[in-house]
C-alpha cells in the first residue's frame, strides 16, 4: 500500500528546514510518495533561486500566499489535500501548522508536527498559539534534537518523538581539500575559517567578524550564504578593517566543496534549532567550534568540538586557535561522529515508522 505524505513548509527558499524537507523527499522508500507544499511563493522563481529543486519540480506545489494572514490559502490547501489524499501531512513550524490545522478541519489523517527550535516560544502570543493547535489525537509533535524537547517541555508542550535530523553522510565525506580551494577561489596560503547560513541576526556572523580582529593577519573567513542583513555585515567588516579577509561566497551550490575547502568551521550563532551545517561540516571531517545554544550541544563531536556563548569574540578566537592547532588530528573521528548519529536515512526511515 502506498503512503502519500506532504510536507508543508513556509516557503522553498535554501535553509535548513527546507533542504531537511528536500532530503525527506529525496530519501523516500518506494512505498512512499512525498509531495512539498509551499505557503509562499511560486515554482518559477524559486527553482531559478534554487536550482536543486529543479529535479523535484512535479513534486512541489506553491500557495503564492501573500504577506499577513490569508484565508484563501487555508481553502488552496484544502482543496490541495483533498485532491492529493495524503494519509500523512507533516509541517514544519507554526505557520505551517496554522494552516494545515484549519485546512483539514473534518479530514481524518495523520498529523506530524516538526518543531525545529524553541525560541520563538519565548513570546506568549505564539506559545499559546501553539499550545492550542497542538490539541488532539491525531497530531505528534517530534522536536529535532534532545535539548529541543527539552526546552519545548519547560514551556509546557509536549514533545511525541525526538528524530534527530539527518544529512546524506555518504555525499558529505572528507575530500581534497587544495582542490576544493581552487574550486572556490579562495587563497592556498592562508588559514580559511568558514561561515554558513542565512545573513540574519541570529546567526551571529558579526560576532565572528569580530574575533577575526583577534586573529592572526593570515587567518580569513569565507562565508557561504545570503539574507538579509548581508549590507550591514559588509559595512561592520569595513568599519572593523578586516574587509580584505572576508570572502563573500554567496549562496554555494555544491556545500560539500565549502565545508572541504576550509581548515575548521564555526556557528557563532545566538538561536538555533539544530542546524543541518553543523552535521555537514563535522561529516566532511571538520572541527567545529560554536555556541552553546539549541540543539548544538546535543551533535558536537565531544572529542574535538568547543561550546561557548554567544556574543563572546575574543574567546571565541582563542577557541578557533585551539582547534585549528589540533583539527587535523581529528577529521576521521568527526566524519565517523556523524556518520553513526546523523545519516538521512536513518531519519527518514524513523520518520516514515510514523505514518504507518
Known amino acids: 500500500m502506498k503512503h502519500i505524505t506532504l510536507q508543508i513548509v513556509q516557503h522553498l527558499r535554501p535553509g535548513g528546514i527546507e533542504r ?13 510518495d512525498v509531495y512539498v507544499v509551499a505557503l509562499e511563493g511560486e515554482k518559477k522563481t524559486a527553482i531559478a533561486a534554487w536550482p536543486e529543486l529543479q529535479p523535484f519540480a512535479s513534486r512541489l506545489f506553491f500557495l503564492n500566499k501573500p504577506k499577513g ?11 490541495l489535500i483533498k485532491r492529493l489524499q495524503p494519509s500523512t501531512v507533516h509541517t514544519h513550524h507554526l505557520g505551517p501548522l496554522l494552516y494545515c490545522r484549519l485546512a483539514t478541519i473534518g479530514i481524518p489523517l495523520t498529523h506530524l508536527q516538526t518543531e525545529h527550535d524553541s525560541w520563538h516560544l519565548q513570546d506568549t502570543k505564539q506559545r499559546l498559539i501553539t499550545r492550542w493547535l497542538l490539541k488532539g489525537t491525531n497530531i505528534q509533535l517530534i522536536a529535532d534534537a534532545p535539548r529541543v524537547a527539552e526546552q519545548l ?11 534527530i535530523n539527518g544529512i546524506d553522510t555518504q555525499h558529505f565525506t572528507p575530500g581534497n581539500q587544495l582542490l576544493a580551494k581552487q574550486l572556490l577561489q579562495l587563497p592556498n596560503d592562508k588559514v580559511i575559517i568558514g561561515c554558513a547560513g542565512r545573513l540574519v541576526p541570529e546567526k551571529g556572523i558579526d560576532t565572528m567578524f569580530k574575533a577575526l580582529v583577534h586573529l592572526p593577519a593570515n587567518h580569513q573567513l569565507a562565508v557561504a550564504g545570503n539574507g538579509p542583513e548581508q549590507a550591514l555585515l559588509f559595512e561592520t567588516a569595513k568599519k572593523l578593517g578586516i574587509s580584505h579577509r572576508v ?10 566543496n565549502f565545508y572541504r575547502a576550509i581548515d575548521i568551521f564555526c556557528l557563532p550563532s545566538r538561536q538555533e534549532g539544530l542546524p543541518l551545517a553543523l ?8 572541527t567545529v567550534v560554536a555556541t552553546a545554544v539549541g540543539g548544538i550541544p546535543d551533535l558536537l563531536c565531544p572529542q574535538s568540538g568547543q561550546l561557548l556563548e554567544p556574543d563572546q569574540p575574543e574567546p571565541l578566537a582563542r577557541a578557533l586557535e585551539k582547534g585549528l ?8 573521528n568527526n566524519a565517523q561522529y556523524i556518520r553513526c548519529l546523523a545519516d538521512v536515512r536513518t531519519m527518514t526511515a524513523t520518520y516514515e515508522s510514523l505514518t504507518h
Do not use: Y
Not at 279 to 286: D, N, P, S, V, Y
Not at 326 to 332: G, V
Open 279 to 286: 552535521l555537514e561540516a563535522q561529516a566532511c571531517g571538520k
Open 247 to 256: 570572502h563573500w561566497l554567496g549562496h554555494c551550490a555544491n556545500m560539500r
Open 20 to 32: 531537511l524537507v528536500l532530503n525527506l523527499l529525496r530519501f523516500s522508500s518506494p512505498n512512499h
Open 153 to 163: 517541555k519547560r514551556h509546557g508542550i509536549k514533545v511525541s518523538h525526538i528524530i
Open 325 to 332: 592547532a589540533e583539527a587535523k588530528t581529528h577529521s576521521e
Open 69 to 79: 494572514r490569508d484565508l484563501n490559502t487555508v481553502f488552496k490547501l484544502r482543496q
